[in-house]
């Protein structure tokens, strides 16, 4: 369990609501010496776009690579639309309806748009192995426009589009599997404002859907204000900031974070004057 606060801010202890899609609880992850997440506590609704912020370090990424199956918790627990959560891998978490985009997309830069929409999940027709090649074309472009994404040629090396189109990509593909869960880490990291915007229409249109929940990892907290209905702040393993984005502001996560730093500092500067105090002795 973790301590009641941290750097004066309270630790986020368990709550739900009637409409949770997924629901942790006292999550805890080591690697080695290292502690990534002390205890967590998190809770997510179904249609809800929930902005997960923290400085690099904090655990976000551990956080959803444990969500996603690709970690295994040393503690805790997790439930998906109220029934126990523990996926063995992450094609287990994708088959449970749990899908993650990553920053660097899983695409292949070497093939299309709809032969990385379909990699790893290629038709054929029956009973000769021959790919579906027509009809694959037909559902990757329907697939795009049901997300309002239109990229013209969709038969061009995935290297030869932008940025936004990628991501595009990866979350229809997400989207065509049937998840009910998207994760993204960082998808507007390293975009320009014309892609970002992108990327911000089309959480839009995820979230006017209502069948789809998002954990979105985010730094820019702007972004955040624009895209999400909640936001969680982590820091040093532990959620310690929840609140709808509609009862905040970017100046209270800016205080709670300079906050942090000048704890941090201040602890820093204390064990140096005690290290020079002893080797003075």
């Not at 920053?103 to 292949?108: E, H, I, N, R, S």
Request: with cysteine; aromatic share 4%; proline share 4%.
């Amino acid at each position: 369990m973790a301590d009641q606060a941290f750097a004066g801010q309270p630790i986020v202890e368990p709550s739900t609501a009637p409409d949770d899609v997924l629901r942790i609880e006292h999550i805890a992850k080591r690697f080695g010496p290292i502690t990534a997440l002390r205890d967590i506590n998190l809770h997510l609704r179904k249609g809800e776009v929930l902005g997960l912020l923290g400085d690099n370090g904090a655990g976000k990424s551990t956080l959803v690579k444990i969500i996603c199956g690709f970690h295994k918790a040393d503690s805790g627990s997790m439930w998906l639309k109220g029934k126990p959560y523990a996926p063995k891998s992450v094609l287990d978490a994708r088959a449970q309806g749990v899908d993650t985009v990553y920053q660097d997309l899983a695409l292949v830069d070497e093939l299309s748009a709809t032969q990385n929409l379909f990699l790893r999940r290629e038709q054929t027709y029956r009973p000769l192995p021959f790919l579906a090649g027509r009809k694959m074309r037909r559902e990757a472009r329907a697939a795009l426009d049901e997300i309002g994404i239109n990229i013209p040629r969709i038969d061009l090396p995935a290297a030869r589009l932008s940025g936004g189109q990628r991501q595009a990509i990866a979350v229809a593909r997400a989207i065509r599997d049937q998840s009910e869960i998207l994760l993204l880490d960082e998808p507007l990291a390293a975009m320009g404002a014309k892609e970002g915007a992108m990327i911000l229409d089309l959480i839009a249109r995820l979230k006017d859907r209502g069948d789809v929940s998002i954990i979105m990892i985010v730094h820019n907290y702007v972004q955040v204000f624009q895209a999400c209905d909640r936001a969680n702040l982590i820091q040093d393993g532990l959620i310690t900031f929840d609140k709808p984005t509609a009862e905040s502001s970017v100046d209270e996560l800016n205080e709670i974070v300079v906050e942090e730093y000048r704890r941090a500092r201040q602890a820093e500067m204390s064990g140096n004057g005690e290290a020079s105090r002893y080797n003075a002795a």
